[in-house]
């Protein structure tokens, strides 16, 4: 049996689905419009975050890596790219990416975020902090990595002023949410 939907058609009623917390039929149908031949690479965008959202971070590497191929100026898809490959542990292809955002647009936020988090993960304390209070110094006071940087440099000035280890949250879903 044909389908009857396009892939933008598919695309937008999956996001209809994502919106009203229906992920699954969310994902049967990006993964539907992907399948077909006039899949928008939005597709491949929404199926990557989807993915990455569920933990299945080898599939939404997979998905990123195939939306970039077609927008490769895609600065947040990029960052998400990254965030994948910081989740499995991979700082340093995580941190390349990350600087080739940076190039593109230096004042990204999560990028200098989670830039500061990932010197603080390999004990490089002096290094986040100097990172933290330059992200501070240019993110916006109204923007969620705005406080996150502000919070991890508080925290992580406390635990040094008490002698015990430095702390470095992570809230790794909200790098895959669209608007920062």
């Not at 600065?75 to 593109?104: N, P």
């Not at 702390?167 to 895959?176: H, I, Q, R, S």
Request: hydrophobic share 45%; glycine share 6%.
């Amino acid at each position: 049996m044909q389908n009857v939907f396009d892939g933008e058609e598919l695309l937008v009623l999956a996001r209809m689905d994502l919106e009203k917390g229906v992920v699954e039929q969310g994902l049967a149908k990006l993964k539907q419009a992907a399948a077909l031949g006039d899949c928008p690479p939005a597709v491949r965008l929404e199926l990557a975050r989807v993915y990455a959202q569920l933990g299945l971070r080898g599939k939404a590497r997979a998905q990123f890596e195939a939306y970039l191929q077609t927008q490769p100026g895609d600065i947040d898809a990029s960052f998400q790219l990254g965030m994948t490959r910081f989740e499995d542990g991979d700082t340093d292809a995580a941190l390349a990416i990350w600087e080739r955002v940076l190039q593109q647009s230096a004042q990204y936020p999560p990028a200098l975020y989670f830039r500061a988090v990932a010197a603080a993960r390999r004990g490089q304390g002096s290094e986040a902090r100097a990172q933290l209070r330059s992200a501070l110094d240019v993110i916006p006071a109204d923007n969620l990595y705005f406080t996150r940087s502000r919070d991890l440099l508080a925290s992580m000035n406390a635990a040094e002023r008490s002698g015990k280890a430095e702390p470095v949250a992570l809230n790794a879903a909200d790098a895959y949410r669209t608007q920062h």
